[in-house]
């Protein structure tokens, strides 16, 4: 039986077919070959897994996406840590992961999930340990990270490296404690995704006139 990197290299990208359109965007899926499918995608690369290894994802950066060997650097530097995936192996074009099964905060939001405080103080913990290994955690929202069984873990570390101050996951954390803990908490609502894009979309013109 061929090895799980050989099934990448003979079965996966001979026909995967992704595309960057805008890097501020999630690229396009546009072919995927059978049995593999996506299990999400991001703005540099997509998310995928074979159903007879299913605790594996393999994730593959679109043509033109740069960033493979520094999260490969990133991953090396955390480790063993249960609020992140591990890197097993790492081609040109993609990485071999530990499969995070969760649900978003974001997805959380949109279907009505009960998202508890510990996994905000999860969270927390996780990037403070990346900041004592060297990593300047960016990127970090409500994409981005996840609950497992009620715990807080962070699903993508590409940008660890990046030198820039970040504050996207204060702003979350304090629309947590502000908003959705004394709103919501108890009595979860499923909110719409266009409002929840809408608000996404407004917060990144807003952070974005403060920055320049």
Partial sequence: MPSFV???????????????????????????PKPWRVVGVGN???????????EKVVKVYAAGRHGLSEEVEV?????????????????????????L??????????????????????????????????????????????MVEGR???????DFLKQERC???NDLKRAYYAIYKPLLQRHPIPIPQPLLNAVRKGYRLIRRSTTS
């Fill in 6 to 32: 050989e099934r990448i290299y003979a079965e996966l990208l001979p026909g995967l077919d992704i595309r960057s359109v805008h890097p501020r965007d999630p690229i396009k899926v546009v072919s995927v």
């Fill in 44 to 54: 540099y690369a997509a998310v995928l897994m074979h159903p007879e290894q299913p």
């Fill in 75 to 99: 991953y090396r530097r955390l480790g063993r840590h249960p609020a992140y995936s591990e890197c097993y192996d790492a081609g040109e074009t993609f990485l071999v992961l530990r499969r």
């Fill in 101 to 146: 099964n969760g649900v978003t905060l974001f997805d959380a939001l949109r279907r009505g999930i009960r998202i508890p405080e510990q996994v905000i103080k999860d969270i927390d913990d996780a990037l403070d340990y990346a900041r004592k290994r060297g990593l300047n955690p960016h990127d970090v929202h409500g994409k981005n990270v996840m």
């Fill in 152 to 158: 807080g873990v962070v699903a993508d570390v590409s």
């Fill in 167 to 169: 504050i996207m996951w």
